[in-house]
């Protein structure tokens, strides 16, 4: 399979949207290099933004990792997060009250930010729910599994509610070799056992797109055909963006592996722009 | 159930949206008195779009049949349908080349209007696939389907390309006691058999509120909780609005049954911000 | 909707096969008056087994819960468990080494009496999987959920083998108001991301059927739809029976509540031969 | 991948299923050298039946298209066919009136040789329902899929009936490099529009290999693990063997090609027993 130069791809576009998993970092950490690649960017006028179905930190978190590692160019309003996506919801659709949720206290800041009262599935009680007026799945850590997803199903029973699932996300890696389900893959036990239907922000769901070109026309208008998604998985990153009006480029520092991103195009129909070994530039 | 006045409802919002089957007609025609819905809506400075899955006839053909029955109200730039959404995904996807789909000769046009030479299924030859850049699901009428359906499968496993699905919905009423297949439904169906992800164009997916709200907005700014939603369907138009963040109104006159109602809302917890009778103001 | 004396229906069958729960007990223990039916049952040579969705206990261990209330009838050999069914797939398959499994150690009985060894999840080594020739799935208790099931996802990245789910059933009735997910249910979490293909014993499937027919065939010759198959589950114990070629009783004792049954059945398509209030014989 | 010879193989064994398609024929006819395995197997007392998920035509008629290429071996006793226990469930399940049909008139004769009156859904009239029992989806060809589909989806909303489908294929080749929908395809069609539960017939379900099993065990008591089921599909033949308790070949002459063998054996779970280049023996 013949991949493409990243450095002569992007030079095309007048913006780049990233997926970070895969793309940037991978479970050794950042990927060697890519300063670089954001420093090019900068230097040849082409905005950015990093695209990541994640609820468990807040943007300002995740642009910490980054800056602690020596990127100062992956600021805070560079992250789009589809935490951020379930916290625009909540603010429309769930004025006041209270929004139970599955995740680590650190996940809830979703919540809290849209001045929601914000309460454990731990500390929620079957027999007081009057005030609560949604459910809110954040993050597969910070709660014991055994009793809080069965707890969770009879909240569900007892009271009809919103249940907004910030992560569409089923699984991440934990390490080279191991992987671990996450909270979009809980999402999807509890809703086949409720029969009800969650409402999922994140990749490849075209509003996590839509948030991040609204970034970029508010500072230059631009088509949507002039714009890179850049990402190591089919599912998620390439169907999305392609679906969107995007041109997309596939990565194999992650999901995809170089041997099987020929086999994996053909099986599953989804084909991006352009296939590169990695978004590094030399 | 206690239904809300649609009228005293729609007062509140600065923008409605509607669904056209089950809301603005039904199998006998236009629901008797749409035209005064219209007239409040003008008359109150109440901002209004219909957002409809189909893909069968242009936004022109649809709006001649409201005008042919004395709705002058509902001009071509007011109805958003899911083909228009697909006719976008061509034109920044697919600048060349050849498209084949299912459907009428009509329903052609949406493909046409992009630019790209279109193939029916029926004239397609599977020796001589090398210009042919994507398939388009349409309409479910034109094509014999024990013929064309199998050479779309086949189509498909010569050659690897993208699939559009220009209508989500799988079934749809053609008088008061029968349905139909919908074209959605037959896409479902190659899917399954040819195993690879095609690309869905219509409710209750976020890009069609989107295309609708970047039209609401070039006019004048409101916020997503300042626009109604109506709709008859708890599974395509109310989800689809209350996840993009508007507010929605189950209407009774269509797929949603009086009876039924409150069921359907409890085991599916799908919510509407309103339930009304009808969209008919007196 | 009419309802059926259970004793006039009853009559007309050479054996009779139960539903444990929902039909003979319930979430308050058994339900009374169901000695008589048995002692009826035996005055009238009506042959009769117990068809249970159960992993977690031996039919030893499960005849003892109905001889330690008093009904003697339901001996260990009139019990048919979902975890028998998955024994004797490990007999005829995995004929040694050892299997790894999720659930109590009292549910790993199923299969030590195979005379294989057994490892829990929470003991299996990744890096020591040489000698690990299956995975079973038995019960939801006995084991960390945020721990293990993450570990069971990863042992079966790394070693290729047969999984086997002792019970299809994904949830169970834990008092009046609330359920918890059973061991189907988690394994249907890891099957998703796992993207494998598990064995699954149970009913709806014929082979719970076939278990319990042939025990009735040993004793004494009849046709399959001699025998009624009493449940309270549409999609299991019905469906399951009705395929197999069963007449078929649903009671309205547990999971098939009175107001509506009339609408399960008309919107499942899933019709039993006869509807009766309970088993309970006067 | 190592692959062992199938004669080797077979003689471990007291008696064998084959699949016929990919087995013992594929779209150019019988697979040469067919006839020595059977004589081989005739010689050494190994006892042998047919599998076949096939509706579209008679047990009779299926050993007719091996007699008339000089295969004597397989006569109509020989053959087990999903049709046939459909035909089962009909004569337990179904004891008088009407069954609507979709297929060839020569596929009705599953449900003729029941002693039922047949109709097929083109002459079924929507408002004259009260005699028909069931329907039974039998073949893809015999009918026009654009009325009779739809037909079939109107005629299960207006009665509440059982619905049988004859063969859980969903589609099947019909030459080396184009494949069509089969009618189990279309039943999972029609099922998703009308939301209720049918009843399916074949491979991988048990009931298949349990009627084989107690036709070999009528002439000769053997265990289950004495048996070898045959086949060159994974998700069909090797799981429903396997979860039965048999031994399992995947042979690798037809929908399993040599080069994927190995990956899809990985990837799906699916483990056979053997691993065999075909039946043929010289």
């Avoid at 055994?146 to 890696?173: G, Q």
């Amino acid at each position: 399979m013949k991949t493409k130069d990243f450095k002569k791809v992007v030079l095309k576009y007048k913006a780049v949207f990233f997926d970070a998993y895969g793309v940037l970092k991978n479970y050794k950490g950042l990927i060697p290099g890519i300063e670089n690649t954001f420093q090019f960017l900068i230097d040849n006028g082409i905005d950015y933004y990093i695209l990541t179905n994640d609820a468990s930190r807040s943007p300002e978190q995740l642009a910490d990792t980054y800056r602690s590692r020596g990127i100062t160019a992956v600021t805070t309003e560079r992250i789009i997060s589809s935490g951020m996506l379930a916290r625009e919801y909540l603010q429309y659709k769930i004025k006041h009250g209270t929004v139970v949720y599955l995740g680590t206290k650190n996940s809830a800041h979703y919540i809290e930010s849209s001045g929601l009262t914000t309460l454990s599935v731990e500390d929620a009680n079957l027999e007081e729910l009057d005030h609560v007026r949604a459910m809110v799945f954040l993050d597969d850590e910070g709660f014991v599994w055994n009793n809080d997803i069965n707890k969770v199903i009879n909240i569900l029973r007892h009271k009809n509610m919103s249940v907004i699932v910030a992560n569409t996300d089923i699984s991440y890696p934990v390490n080279k070799h191991e992987i671990a389900i996450a909270i979009g893959g809980l999402a999807d036990l509890v809703e086949e056992i409720i029969g009800k239907v969650f409402i999922r922000f994140g990749k490849p769901d075209a509003q996590m797109f839509m948030y991040a070109y609204e970034q970029v026309l508010a500072k230059s208008p631009m088509r949507k055909d002039e714009i890179l998604m850049v990402g190591d998985t089919l599912k998620t990153d390439i169907i999305g963006g392609n679906k969107f009006g995007l041109d997309t480029a596939l990565v194999l520092t992650g999901n995809t592996i170089p041997d099987q991103a020929s086999m994996k195009i053909a099986s599953s129909g989804i084909i991006p722009t352009h296939i590169c070994e990695s978004v590094v530039i030399n």
